[in-house]
T-cell receptor
Framework: DTEVTQTPKHLVMGMTNKKSLKCEQH?????MYWYKQKAKKPPELMFV???????INESVPSRFSPECPNSSLLNLHLHALQPEDSALYLC?????????????FGPGTRLTVT | GQNIDQPTEMTATEGAIVQINCTYQ??????LFWYQQHAGEAPTFLSY????GLEEKGRFSSFLSRSKGYSYLLLKELQMKDSASYLC????????????FGQGTELSVKP
């Protein structure tokens, strides 16, 4: 099983809403990632978790709050977002938190902030 | 810095061969990845090069020259389904797990 799953596929939320994105992998990977991707642009790294601990935060605004409840799950909690936060949010995982390991991406959640 | 450059768009004909180039800054280099991304879908891993030379995987091959800060992805016997964005990504040394992506090359395969 080389699959990373993400829910929901699509999400529309208002600027005052609170919502969460979910990501799951069952490959035994110990590193998990959140990326943001705008149209016609490459993915931009947001957060990296290694062994369920936050390792990298790329200066992401606090309205994005990641959580790693266990080694298979990764959440991204959203609160008070802005319209410019509308994007495709991708989750990925790799065997370890090393730049030499390939990352497996989930299908993404397409987020629209109104 | 980790600037990565690749062409924005390329067009090729079904059955042909196309080469997508990628140049990067060599400082802090620790491997180069190629990913394929179809519109609206997740990026999928194609190849990883950390040593100089050519790695072949079926219709796709990837080449690396560390001294020149240069890589290319070679796609042979092009098929319509190869129309996608191809992303070159640099693994950043000592920042475990961090990938810096190029802007992506949008490849259109025409009949």
């Amino acid at each position: 099983d080389t699959e990373v799953t993400q829910t929901p596929k699509h999400l529309v939320m208002g600027m005052t809403n609170k919502k969460s994105l979910k990501c799951e992998q069952h490959m035994g990977h110990r590193a998990m990632y959140w990326y943001k991707q705008k149209a016609k642009k490459p993915p931009e790294l947001m957060f990296v978790y290694s062994y369920e601990k936050l390792s990298i935060n790329e200066s992401v605004p606090s309205r994005f709050s990641p959580e790693c409840p266990n080694s298979s799950l990764l959440n991204l909690h959203l609160h008070a977002l802005q319209p410019e936060d509308s994007a495709l949010y991708l989750c990925a995982s790799s065997q370890e938190r090393r730049e030499t390991y390939e990352q497996y991406f989930g299908p993404g959640t397409r987020l629209t902030v109104t | 810095g980790q600037n990565i450059d690749q062409p924005t768009e390329m067009t090729a004909t079904e059955g042909a061969i196309v080469q997508i180039n990628c140049t990067y800054q060599t400082s802090g280099f620790n491997g180069l990845f190629w990913y394929q991304q179809h519109a609206g879908e997740a990026p999928t891993f194609l190849s990883y090069n950390v040593l100089d030379g050519l790695e072949e995987k079926g219709r796709f091959s990837s080449f690396l020259s560390r001294s020149k800060g240069y890589s290319y992805l070679l796609l042979k016997e092009l098929q319509m389904k190869d129309s996608a964005s191809y992303l070159c990504a640099n693994g950043v040394y000592n920042q475990g797990g961090k990938l810096i992506f190029g802007q992506g090359t949008e490849l259109s395969v025409k009949p």
